[in-house]
């Protein structure tokens, strides 16, 4: 298992951006895939972009594609989203996960989760 801590959320100006990051503790954090997902209030948490453990693969949501960028440390055991371009569409509880091994955007594949940052974005 590996401990995940979300932080960087906050409120936003539409175009504007924003940085999350994450933090992992625990097993070798090189060997995870890791992700990004998001919840909006009443909607299902969805994918939102993806990072394999070599950082070799990246892979993202239509809705994010060419406005956020998902990078990696593993020195520092970090995963990062730069959200560029803000929507207010892309308010949400965003939450960074881990899968052991290979990548998936199939949530149910995650077993790590962090607790969630509200990114909000106002007009």
């Known amino acids: 298992q590996v401990q995940l801590v979300e932080s960087g959320g906050g409120l936003v100006q539409a175009g504007g951006s924003l940085r999350l990051s994450c933090a992992a503790s625990?097993?070798?954090?090189?060997?995870?895939?890791m992700a990004w997902f998001r919840q909006a209030p009443g909607n299902e948490r969805e994918f939102v972009a993806l990072?394999?453990?070599?950082?070799?693969?990246?892979y993202y949501s239509e809705a994010v594609e060419g406005r956020f960028t998902i990078s990696r440390d593993n020195a520092k055991n970090s995963e990062y989203l730069q959200m560029s371009s803000l929507k207010q569409e892309d308010t949400a509880i965003y939450y960074c996960?881990?899968?052991?091994?290979?990548?998936?955007?199939?949530?149910?594949?995650?077993?790590?989760w962090g607790q969630g940052t509200q990114v909000t974005v106002s007009s």
């Open positions: 996960a881990a899968a052991w091994g290979d990548c998936y955007t199939n949530i149910g594949k995650y077993d790590n």
């Open positions: 625990g097993r070798t954090f090189s060997d995870y895939c």
């Open positions: 990072i394999s453990g070599s950082a070799d693969i990246k």
